[in-house]
């Protein structure tokens, strides 16, 4: 990977989106949703351009033209859109919810999924529907085709900046995905699929007339938006489909985690909860973990032993590479058919 290549890419976006912001007064994931959209569309500026000055639309036709683009692999022009992802999280001060996923988190959810799935697939059905910046899925998407599985690939947000720099992450690597801008925690006009990858927004769902339908919702009040998330995603699974959930740590320990545990054990298998390090937390509440259940049906059976693991320090090599074997003895123990 050429990391000269992906530094002069965002370099170059991080120019067009600082001319655009000065030109238009618009925040920086505006500037670069906009940006984004006038590579996507044939490397030009957008025709209703009269709100930009003549030398703006000439500065920026000359920067789009001269993009390396062509010369860069997918993972190469993610990393480059991330870092401009990034710098307009810190400048728009994005709240906590709505952060694209790290990379380094994207890497082990993308690991877990390719130890889980069949070894023989050779064709899946990939969701994520909380996608924000599609950070996270564009990680598990290359990851999985990198072993040569087609990915079939949906997203859905609320937030339609997010959803519209989810759409221009995928373009600008030549990839194609279907992106519903839409409350996920409403009917989905989805055909099932193998896989759901999220990293869920934590917190109450304003909508209690929504939340009513669900097992998880709660009794009184309003009921929690990640719990609702990991029901609904379980429900758009096909049989022995699996759901990889990025969750508070401690997601069972609220009085409210009792139906939660009550609709994974009726629908699903719970077959693993990771912990992640705790260094890349800012404090022990924002600790977060991975919720790994499948759905009933079809070839799924519950694991012997849940796999139960501290993740350790990325850092630490040797600690990791016993990690991973750890994980490796687990599937040929427990979920290899
Ligand atoms: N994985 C994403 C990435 O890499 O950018 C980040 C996901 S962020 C932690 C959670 C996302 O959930 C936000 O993009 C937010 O807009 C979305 N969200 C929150 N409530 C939602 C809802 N009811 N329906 C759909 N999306 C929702």
Not at 84 to 93: E, F, H, T, V
Not at 103 to 126: H, P, Q, S, T
Request: net charge negative; no cysteine.
């Amino acid at each position: 990977m050429s990391q000269k290549e992906i530094e002069r890419l965002f370099s170059e976006l991080d120019t067009s989106v600082q001319l655009l912001q000065k030109e238009l007064g618009v925040s920086y994931l505006e500037g670069l949703s906009e940006t984004g959209e006038n590579i996507v569309d044939g490397r030009k500026v957008a025709q209703d351009s009269d709100r930009l000055s003549d030398q703006a639309v000439k500065v920026l036709t000359s920067l789009y033209q001269k993009l390396p683009l062509n010369k860069m692999d997918s993972e190469e022009i993610r990393k480059s859109f991330q870092l401009a992802l990034l710098k307009g999280a810190k400048s728009d001060q994005v709240q906590a919810n709505h952060q694209m996923t790290p990379d380094a988190i994207g890497f082990i959810l993308a690991y877990l999924i390719e130890k889980v799935i069949d070894a023989d697939i050779k064709k899946i059905r990939l969701l994520d529907p909380a996608i924000g910046t599609g950070n996270l899925l564009s990680t598990v998407y290359n990851s999985l085709t990198l072993k040569k599985i087609e990915v079939e690939v949906e997203g859905i947000d609320n937030d339609d900046l997010l959803l519209s720099l989810a759409l221009i992450n995928f373009e600008l690597q030549g990839q194609k995905l279907k992106l519903t801008h839409q409350d996920a925690l409403t009917d989905l006009l989805l055909d099932p699929v193998d896989v759901v990858v999220s990293d869920l927004p934590v917190g109450f769902y304003p909508i209690d007339e929504n939340a009513k339908r669900f097992k998880t919702s709660s009794n009184e009040g309003h009921s929690y938006a990640h719990h609702l998330f990991i029901e609904q995603s379980i429900y758009y699974l096909k049989d022995s489909g699996y759901g990889v959930f990025l969750v508070p740590t401690q997601l069972f320990e609220s009085k409210e985690s009792a139906a939660l545990t009550k609709m994974i054990q009726s629908e699903a298998f719970l077959q693993g909860m990771l912990h992640l390090p705790k260094e890349l937390f800012k404090s022990e509440q924002s600790r977060k973990s991975i919720l790994l259940v499948q759905k009933k049906g079809g070839k799924a059976k519950q694991a012997k032993q849940v796999l139960l693991a501290q993740i350790p320090d990325f850092k630490n090599q040797t600690s990791m590479q016993h990690f991973m074997q750890e994980v490796e003895n687990w599937k040929q123990e427990n979920i290899k058919i």
